[in-house]
């Protein structure tokens, strides 16, 4: 089969571990063997996410006082592409021999009167308590909203509209190479007449339909931190959902600023003629392509009356 994996930045550095390089090689080994078992037999281009990795470079930046100003997130989203694509490609190089494995530095067009820009909604970065995060929204100027218990900033994120590498993606992956692509949500441009970058991250689970929609692929698989979408998530009451169509989903008001954005990326990708969409933990990525664990999307007209 032909997958387009989206892969949560969480998979290199999760909630509450410290952002040490050695933190996210350990969990580097763990997502490698995982993807390998996934990307062993079938054509593949992985998509990673970069929120946790995105936000320390973001603070880093704007604590360096011999800067005029911080470095802009479209270049910091490329930095990030640079470094978790290296990774990526090194290990999984490794892990399956005779495979080419290649990163490609993806740009995302977006639209520059995106109404999200005026309504940030990303999540980047670490999570703060209440009064961290008031004193970082006055010094810098940040919107933080709040993130299970603690406080994150949050960022624009425009809806993307063309992935601008996507003839090299597909070029690669014809010819049989694994693609690490559009890390992050790849890199933020407006594209009047000459691309240019803009201060937002797009959602790379979005992206990922996009791309696995135009390379026409059989099955969009999002890996992220837990089992299965969740009726109820986040109280005593959370039960998985094992199948389930996008739209029976979306009725349950997941959260914008994590499944959300899941389930609506599967129901893009379905509603273009995709025949599989999943969701689950990255650590049963293969339960979760052959339908034994996490959640099954269903088209509208697969659902039986």
């Known amino acids: 089969m032909r997958l387009v994996i989206g892969l949560g930045g969480n998979a290199l550095?999760?909630?509450?571990?410290?952002?040490?390089?050695?933190?996210?090689?350990?969990?580097?080994?763990t997502a490698t063997d995982t993807l390998a078992a996934v990307a062993r037999e079938?054509?593949?281009?992985?998509?990673?996410?970069?929120?946790?990795?995105?936000?320390?470079?973001?603070?880093?930046?704007?604590?360096?006082?011999?800067?005029?100003?911080?470095?802009?997130?479209?270049?910091?989203v490329a930095e990030t592409q640079g470094m978790i694509g290296y990774w990526l490609a090194g290990a999984?190089?490794?892990?399956?021999?005779?495979?080419?494995?290649?990163?490609?530095l993806t740009r995302t067009r977006v639209d520059a009167d995106d109404p999200a820009f005026a309504r940030p909604a990303k999540f980047i970065g670490s999570g703060y308590d209440r009064t961290r995060a008031d004193r970082l929204a006055a010094d810098r100027g940040w919107a933080l909203h709040q993130d299970g218990h603690r406080w994150r900033r949050v960022v624009p994120s425009p809806e993307p509209r063309e992935v601008l590498e996507l003839a090299s993606v597909r070029l690669l992956l014809d010819s049989g190479a694994i693609v690490i692509a559009a890390g992050g949500g790849g890199i933020p441009v407006t594209a009047n007449g000459h691309p240019h970058g803009v201060e937002a991250v797009v959602d790379k689970d979005l992206v990922a339909a996009l791309l696995a929609t135009e390379l026409g692929a059989d099955t969009l698989l999002l890996l992220t931190d837990v089992p299965a979408v969740q009726r109820d998530f986040g109280t005593p009451r959370a039960t998985p959902i094992t199948e389930a169509t996008a739209q029976e989903l979306a009725a349950l008001g997941l959260p914008d600023g994590s499944m959300g954005p899941k389930v609506e990326a599967c129901r893009r990708f379905l509603a273009h003629g995709g025949r599989l969409a999943a969701i689950g933990a990255l650590d049963?990525?293969?339960?979760?392509?052959?339908?034994?664990?996490g959640t099954r999307i269903l088209a509208a007209k697969e659902r039986t009356p």
């Not at 946790?52 to 470095?71: C, K, N, W």
């Not at 049963?284 to 664990?293: S, Y």
């Open 13 to 29: 550095l999760r909630r509450g571990e410290r952002a040490d390089f050695a933190v996210q090689q350990r969990n580097l080994a």
């Open 42 to 76: 079938h054509e593949a281009v992985i998509v990673h996410g970069n929120g946790p990795q995105v936000g320390l470079l973001a603070l880093e930046s704007a604590a360096d006082r011999r800067l005029e100003r911080p470095y802009p997130l479209d270049a910091l």
């Open 92 to 104: 999984l190089g490794t892990a399956l021999p005779g495979r080419e494995v290649v990163a490609v």
């Open 284 to 293: 049963e990525a293969a339960a979760v392509l052959t339908g034994r664990a």
